[in-house]
């Protein structure tokens, strides 16, 4: 998986988006299941799900930022390309933490709350949600249209889960929270 990481960073990074998708979708697909076929093989290994944790926690940001950097070798330029690059980290970051938090005031993901939660997880301002903005706007030619809907959807995903961080507070003063799963 690092391989890819760094090839499709390399590949967005001068502005072959392409192909730095492919990479990209690649990557996606073999980290879905390298995880799952150590265990089975019984190969898995401390350093093995630290190292993949690590670097599914790591790349998108970097992945992004190569992105714009290619712009302009793709014949794309984006004015002010500061402001998005820090709306997708400080955005990305953000939720990091908000995902933090609620583990650690009530004892469960945040995506495990309530069914809204779930199926938000789905489409959150992630690695693989973003890669389908990306592919759709390389596909429709305007790669910069889709990283800076990128930073839009990060922003949004920021706030909602804020906002479920409050709720859950308000929740919990009624009682201990309970994930819908449970049910």
């Keep these: 998986s690092l391989l890819l990481v760094l090839l499709a960073m390399w590949l967005f990074w001068n502005g072959r988006y392409g192909w730095g998708l492919a ?84 004892c469960m993901d945040m995506h495990t709350w309530k069914r809204f939660d779930s199926r938000f997880r789905l489409i959150t301002a992630r690695r693989n949600p973003n890669l389908v903005i990306l592919t759709v706007s390389a596909l429709a030619g305007r790669p910069d249209v889709g990283i800076v809907a990128v930073a839009a959807w990060t922003l949004i995903s920021m706030l909602i889960h804020a906002v479920r961080l409050a709720q859950a507070a308000l929740d919990r003063r009624h009682g201990p929270l309970r994930s819908w799963l449970a049910s």
């Excluded at 990479?23 to 996606?28: I, K, L, Q």
């Excluded at 390298?34 to 690590?54: C, E, M, P, W, Y």
Aim: proline share 6%; hydrophobic share 55%; aromatic share 16%.
């Design 23 to 106: 990479a990209a979708w690649a990557m996606t697909f073999l980290d879905t299941v390298d995880g799952k076929l150590a265990r089975v093989t019984l190969q898995s290994s401390r350093f093995g799900n630290i190292f993949d944790h690590g670097i599914d926690l790591i790349h998108p940001p970097f992945w992004w930022w190569a992105w714009i950097v290619g712009l302009p070798a793709a014949g794309w330029a984006i004015q002010n390309p500061s402001p998005v690059l820090a709306a997708i980290v400080v955005g990305y970051v953000v939720q990091r933490l908000e995902e933090g938090a609620f583990i650690a005031w009530f």
